[in-house]
Each structure stands twice: as C-alpha cells, then as structure tokens.
C-alpha cells in the first residue's frame, strides 16, 4: 500500500542491529545513572562508540579540560550552576587504573611493583574522550533524532536507552543475532527500565529465548575505596584487554560524568563538571578473588581459565596488593587444576 | 436571594469529599465556595507541571499537606522526548518550601528529580512522610540518604523504576537507629548490594512496615533474615532468586514464606532458579498482586504459581507465560481484574513466543471480572477483538501492542478496524484506550463515535487522512490525553477542532505531517495552550509547510514556560515572531 510506503519512509528509523542482550544490567547501570546527561558512558562494548565522538570534535576539549577545577571531598549541595556533585569523596580521589600484567616475566621480575605504565595513556585518551563526548554532545546536536542517530549510537537521548542497539552496530564483538529489520526508535513502547533489566536477567537465564548461550557469568567488581560495586559479565569480553578497558571505562566514568541536568529552571544545561584532578599517580590494580577463597592478581592465567575461577573482581591500591600471588603460586594452582 | 451556607458548614461538608475532580466542580460553584474549598484541600494533583505554575498552586492551597506531580509527556517512556526536556521538580519544591512548611507528602511521576531537591525536602519539611518516586531521574543515593537520614517521620520511600546514580548502598545506613516509622520502602531499581545486616535492624525496629521491595542484589539468605523480622508484611518485592542455596536453606526459605501470612502481593523475583519457586506456594492462595513482569520464569513454573493464585486480582507476566499459561490463569485466576502481558524479547524480531491473541481471548472469557488489560502480541485478529468485546464489555482499560506496525488481520488480512470498533462500542466504560495494528480511518470514526469515556488514547502507526484526526477530536468527549505517532494526518483536522484541545490535558504529536505554519495558526489562536516544538533546528529554518518532527501541545495558565532547553521552541503567539524567544537558548 503506497500509504504505508509513504509512512514507512517517515518512520523514523535507527538502523542499528538488535540488541543482543548481552549488555549487563550493570554495566548500563552507568548509563542509567547518566540518562539525563547523555554522556557516552559505557558498557563492555562501548570502546569504538566512543572513538567515533573522538573524532567529532577534538578542538573543543583543550578548552573544557583547562576548565576543569577540583571538587571539594564531600561536598553535597554545590550552588546550583556548579551542578551536581555527585561525587562523593571517595571517587574523587581514586583513579582506575588496571595494569594487567601482560606476561608472566613482567609478573615474575616485578612481585611487588605494580605500576600502571603502559596505561596512563589509556586513562587520558578516555578522559579526553568523556570531554570530547560531553562536549560533541552539547555542540553537536547530533543526537535525539533518528535519523541522525542511526550511525551515531552514543547521543544525547539514545545514550541510556539505545546504547544496546547502537553499539551492536558499530562494535563487532557482540554476539547478536544479525539485525534481521531495522529498529524503530520507541517501538516497542517497551520502557527502558524494562528493557535494560530485561537484559540482565535474560542474559542470566540462559534457555529463556531459546537461543543456545554459554550464559552470562557475573562477578562483582568492587573498587577500593568505593562505596559501590559493580558487576560485569565476564563472558562478554574475550580477553584480559577487553575486561580491562571495560573496567576503567566504568569506573572512570563514574567518576567523571557527574553533570546532570539541575532542577533550576533556566539554568545553564551545559554546566561543566567539577572534576579533580584524577591524574595524581594513584596506581591500582586489578585482582580476583578465585575458587579457594584466594586473592590473586590478575593476568596470569590464560582468559579460559580465568574466566572459570573468578568469583569476584577487586581493584585494589598497589600498595596494598603487594604480596599477593603473583604468577609462580596463580600458575602452580592452575596447574593443579589442570 | 436563597440560602447562604455557612462556611464552617461548608467545610464540614467538604471533609467528606476527597476526589479532586468533584473538588474541581466545588470551586467553580461560586467565590465562597472556590475559597472554602481552596482553604481545605489537603491533597493536590497536578497531572501537568507546566500546566500552572508552582507559586499560583502555593497560594491557592495554603493547607496542601500532599502534592502529586506529572511532568514529562508519556511518551517520554518510550525514548520519544530528549533528555534535556525538561520537567524539573526543583521549582515546585522551592515553592512548596516557602509556602508550605507542613507538606508531608511528594509523589513525582516523570520528573527530574536531583540531590538537591531531595536535600531541600529533607531540610523543609518538617513532618514530611512520603516520598513516592516514579520514573523519575536525575538523582543520586546521596539524596535517598538525606531523606532517610533527616526526615524523621518518614513513612514511604518509594522509588519505582527510577534511574538513579548508584553511589552504593551506604544510603541505607543512613536511617537513624531512632526511626521506627517506615511502613513502605521500596529500593527496586537500585543496583549496589546494600548492607543486610543495616536493613535487618531497620526492619526489625520498624513494627508497622507493611510493604519491602527488595532490589535484585539482596541475596535469598537476605530475604530469609528479613522475612523473620517482618512477617507482618502485606507487600513483597524479593531480591534475585537465583543465588544458590545449600538444601537445608530452602527449606528455610520455605518456612519464612509461609509465616507471612498477611501477605497479599509479591514481585521481584528478577533471575530464577525454578527450583525454588516451591517456596513461595504457601503464601499463593493468599496474593492479590503478582509481579512476575521482571522474572525469568517459564510456562509450566508459572502454571504451578498460578494454579494456587485463586485470590489473584493482579497478574503482570511476561510473554514466557504462553497461551497455555493464560489459559491456566483462565481457569484458576477467577478474581482476576488487571493483566498485562509484557514482551521478554522487546528488541529481537526473531523471538518465537508461543503466545498469540488466544491466550488474551481465552483469558477474557475465563476471568469474568477483567476489566484493565495491556498485551502485547506479534498479530492480532478481528475475530479475537470481538470475542473480547463481547465477553468484556466490563473493561475499562484496553492497551494492545500489536508489535508489528500496520500489521492486519493475520487470518483475513483486513485492517482491524472492526474489532476496534467492537471494543469501543462494547466497552462503554472504556477510560484509556491504546490501538495499534492496520488501522484505517474508519476505525477512528468508531472510536469518535462511541469511545465517550475515553480520557487518555495512545495511536501509532495508523489511520490513512485528516479524517481520522477529525474522527478524534470531535468525537471522544472525555477526551484529555492524546498521543499519536507516526500517522498520516495533517494540519486540517488540528486547526479545525483547535477548541478541543484546551479541554484535554495535553495533545503529542510526532512524525505526522503537521507543519510548522499550522503550529504557528495554532498557536496564535489559541492563548491558553503552549504550543512546542522538538526539533534541534530552529523551526524557521524550514519552509512553513515542511512537517514538525514532534509536537507537544498542552493548556496552561503559566504561560510559555521559562526553562526549555535548546532543541525545544515555544511557538509564540505572535506568529511573526515565530517562535518564542524565551525558548531560544
């Protein structure tokens, strides 16, 4: 019917794959937590989105970074403009960084260093790449419409909601069923709400939709100093990269997209977020707690294994993670498994 | 001339009367029955925050004690409305502060809601008691705490399906070892674990807590701990139910179930281990309100729950509950007056559900006291609607989904026009109406025509013409909230009946093909309605006849409002201006 035609070609659609419902609940709970800012936060499969706004607009970063001041610990209640602090202090001071041991000789040599060398770089790229999100988001506009926002997954309305569809399409490490239509923004009326603890809990139960999965394997990561915890589904990453950067991801971003719009009518929605300094040499490490009840540090395992004998994630301060297994005690264990 | 009623008369006779819509028709009888009545209100509803401003409610009803409040449009829910939109809770809060110190009573629907806010409450009221949270956002665990930690009196902290910053579960801690009025808590969509051993003495120093909705990280240990403390409790919202347990705790489980037995409604669940759902058989019989719309739990599980449910009046389940599983629910659910049937799969076209219109049909036949129902199912059937209609002309609320858009008739590939029309004309008592699948016009002429108690209308992808807008708005005569997206109508039938839409609350439009100029016509014409646009270019920018992407139109006493961010434009009344230049960033 031409009708239709007519109407289809005005439906507004985002040609973005189906979700495939291996996004975490928790790790959208970051995006959750952002919806009102539409900050390109992430989950485990939001590197590449986030490199597509990185691209967009790098000359405006330099500003909004120089602009950046401290935050006061505990500070609850900023005037208005300075926007929500919602940071509480201990976020302020903690900086993620996960330096998973790459081979066992670093692990050997070193016991007791642990240093974050090769990933300064990482944290800054994503922390120039928050700004550049928060700061394309707001100039840009490319956001919201869906016409606009079909290539362009992390926007400022799609970001919470749309953000399972959209990375499906611009990462390649989902496994999704192939988009077999095109999605229509808002259709089903299915809240959002829904459909991301939908995905959690789907992801769980693994004959739920009857398609065949290895099911999601969630352990809890928790971060020193944090009062939070959050929980990544260790079978979505293929490796320690990817679960590393994911991490600092999370925990960056939960410290740095604290904007959010005020309650003020009128006010300044572009209101800059109050950001310590976060580059103050604060070495972290990750670390797991395996089947015996033992902490060890991550990275010494082959994934496969690992994946099997982690029961929980922490991200520890080096210091204090001195004289945990490194890998001659983590590679006997395994070997006994073996 | 006649009788004057003496005031205190009066008011003695407004005590009785609690309804705002019959309060509504009080105050229009003549100047001193508007003040007596204004001076004794207790609970005030706004469905519209921008429909009246904040200080004009403050000063009418000095006596508010409690305030509810709708902000963002429904669609709003479904990725519709930009983050940015608006619907700010801060002014109202300010206001009420200011103006009405003995507030003790907050719901908020729709609205962003920030720590500051929460703080402003906490610090305000001094007798504040309720805080109802719904779809809300913007805020932190922060602000949760400030509540928790200053409003002593505090009886109901709900947040129902909010998106809040998680900061942790430190919040929880926060209630003082001195607060023992909590009756409701509800911390469902929060995800940090919080620390069982605080929520063990909140609930054990709180004798009137009567509701607890668990979030998904409290373990079923947890659960066991809390029941034993609580088993007084008439609501329940579990934790997850798939951490695993040794067998001498279910057993546990078990028994903590069936020693509450005052319990009439249950929800949670989220992940299950079917092994377990024999627990919850004690407490069947007794339920009025099954939640399972967040539970994975398959057909023959939820047969077994559902079979023991003869009281159940209440039923949200998933698609996984299949036609055999409604059809379970026909036969032993016979109190049933509410079911919604949600999709488990809502993104993936390839989910294959055994659930079709059948289960909705043999649903309306079996539970003779149906009266509200919200399905989703990939096609439907005229046959079915008719069925519906005619077992249920009781049903006061008929949401379908069918989620194919244009989708017909599967069996006669008709538009469903007829089986509407069966619906409207059926159910004369109809009060929300949601329509969906090929549509044409003429169904709309039987909505018109006989959908007359029909106050809120969801339509998308239907109609062929003008005419069916036309249908709607001269039809319809409770009409209050319209939403239509993707429909072919245009500027006609809008201008025509543009009186008709100051009588409704608001009026959404998006992805129809109502233009810019009929927007500016609109808007000149009609004083009292704000008339916005969503569009991240300036309206101007277009030609006069080029489509608006979304509309939202609204009756207000405020005026324009002042805090519209940059993708949103107030189209002035003045229609050389164009838009308003209070809109423009």
Known sequence: MSTEEELQSNVSVASSSPTSNCISRNTLGGLKEHNYLGLSDCSSVGSSTLSLLAEDDKATISLKATELTLGLPGSQSPARDTELNLLSPAKLDEKPFFPLLPSKDEICSSSQKNNASGNKRGFSDTMDQFAEAKSSVYTEKNWMFPEAAATQSVTKKDVPQNIPKGQSSTTNNSSSPPAAKAQIVGWPPVRSYRKNTLATTCKNSDEVDGRPGSGALFVKVSMDGAPYLRKVDLRSYANYGELSSALEKMFTTFTLGQCGSNGAAGKDMLSETKLKDLLNGKDYVLTYEDKDGDWMLVGDVPWEMFIDVCKKLKIMKGCDAIGLAAAPRAMEKSKMRA | ?585
């Open chain 2, 1 to 585: 001339m006649g009788l004057r009623l003496p005031s205190k008369v009066l008011e003695h006779i407004l005590s009785f009367i609690d309804s705002n819509e019959d309060r509504n028709s009080v105050s229009l009888v003549c100047k001193s029955w508007f003040e007596t009545e204004r001076k004794t209100r207790k609970r005030v509803f706004v469905g519209n925050c921008y429909a009246v401003s904040p200080a004009a409610v403050a000063k009418r009803f000095p006596e508010m004690r409690s305030l509810t409040l709708k902000g963002k449009p429904h669609f709003a829910d479904y990725n519709l409305v930009p983050d940015g939109w608006g619907g700010y809770a801060w002014p109202w809060i300010e206001a009420m502060a200011a103006k009405c110190p003995s507030l003790e009573e907050i719901r908020l629907k729709r609205m962003v809601v920030t720590d500051e806010c929460l703080e402003k409450i906490a610090a305000s009221f001094k007798d504040f008691e309720v805080l109802v949270l719904t779809s809300c956002e913007g805020f932190s665990t922060d602000g949760i705490a400030a509540i928790a930690a200053t409003c002593r009196n505090l009886r109901v902290l709900e947040l129902r399906e909010c998106i809040v910053e998680d900061l942790g579960g430190d919040w929880l801690s926060y209630f003082p070892e001195t607060s023992t009025s909590l009756v409701s808590l509800d911390f469902s969509c929060l995800d940090s674990e919080v620390k069982i051993s605080d929520l063990e003495r909140l609930v054990s120093r709180s004798p009137n807590l009567k509701s607890l909705k668990l979030n998904p990280a409290v373990t079923l240990d947890g659960l066991v701990s809390l029941l034993r403390r609580a088993p007084q409790l008439t609501e329940l919202g579990t934790g997850s139910f798939a951490f695993q347990l040794k067998p001498e705790a279910f057993s546990k489980l078990s028994e903590a179930f069936s020693n509450c037995k005052q319990l009439q409604s249950l929800s949670g669940l989220w992940d299950v281990l079917p092994e377990y759902l024999p627990a919850l058989y004690s407490v069947c019989p007794g339920l009025t309100s099954l939640n399972l719309s967040y539970a994975t739990v398959r057909m023959p599980d939820l047969v077994e729950l559902l079979r023991r449910c003869s009281k159940l009046q209440k039923l949200w389940v998933m698609d996984l509950i299949e036609d055999k599983g409604l059809e379970a629910v026909a036969s032993y659910c016979k109190e049933l007056r509410e079911l919604r049937v949600f999709p488990s799969a809502p993104d993936l076209d390839e989910a294959n559900i055994p659930l079709t219109e059948q289960g909705l049909v043999v649903v309306s036949k079996g539970c003779r006291k149906l009266e509200s129902v919200l399905y989703f199912c990939v096609q439907f059937t005229n046959a079915a609607l008719l069925t519906i209609a005619r077992k249920r002309p009781n049903l006061k609320c008929f949401r379908l989904c069918v989620i194919e858009p244009f989708a017909p008739d599967y069996k006669t590939n008709e538009p469903l026009d007829k089986g509407f029309k069966a619906i409207a004309e059926g159910c004369k008592d109809l009060r929300r109406l949601s329509v969906s699948g090929l549509l044409s016009d003429k169904a709309f002429k039987y909505i018109g025509k006989h959908a007359k108690k029909v106050r809120m209308l969801s339509i998308a992808f239907a109609g062929d013409s003008d005419l069916m807008l036309h249908h709607l708005l001269s039809g319809c005569e409770s009409l209050k909230k319209l939403e239509i997206r993707d429909c072919p109508f245009g500027d006609t039938a809008l201008l025509e009946h543009a009186a008709k839409l100051e009588t409704m609350r608001s009026l959404w439009m998006s992805s129809c093909f109502v233009s810019f100029g009929a927007c500016k016509i609109l808007s000149k014409k009609m004083p009292r309605l704000n008339v916005e646009v969503i569009d991240e270019h300036p309206p101007e920018t277009r030609p006069e006849s080029s489509p608006v992407e979304r509309i939202y139109i609204y009756r207000t006493v405020a005026g324009p409002r002042m805090d519209t961010p940059e993708f949103v434009w107030t189209i002035h009344k003045n229609p050389e201006i164009g838009v308003s230049h209070l809109a423009i960033k």
